[in-house]
């Protein structure tokens, strides 16, 4: 076979060893309840230069 290129016959019955013991991740372990604020000195105007000047470098 060439390069890039896999039997099919290899990819059935795959017997994957996985724990069934029924714990899992809690993807709610670590929330947490709160807000988020920062304070600046730059106006709306200069953050939207910035984030041209951003973008400009980017697509450079």
């Keep these: 076979m060439g390069f890039g290129s ?3 016959s290899e990819q ?3 017997n ?3 724990d069934d013991d029924g714990e899992g991740v809690s993807v709610h372990e670590n929330d ?3 807000t988020v ?3 600046t000195d730059a106006s ?3 953050l939207i ?3 041209g000047e951003m973008k400009d470098e980017d697509d450079e």
């Design 32 to 34: 947490h309840e709160g």
């Design 49 to 51: 230069d910035q984030l």
């Design 12 to 14: 059935q019955n795959q």
């Design 37 to 39: 604020s920062f304070e």
């Design 44 to 46: 709306t105007d200069d």
């Design 16 to 18: 994957v060893d996985a």
């Design 6 to 8: 896999y039997d099919e």
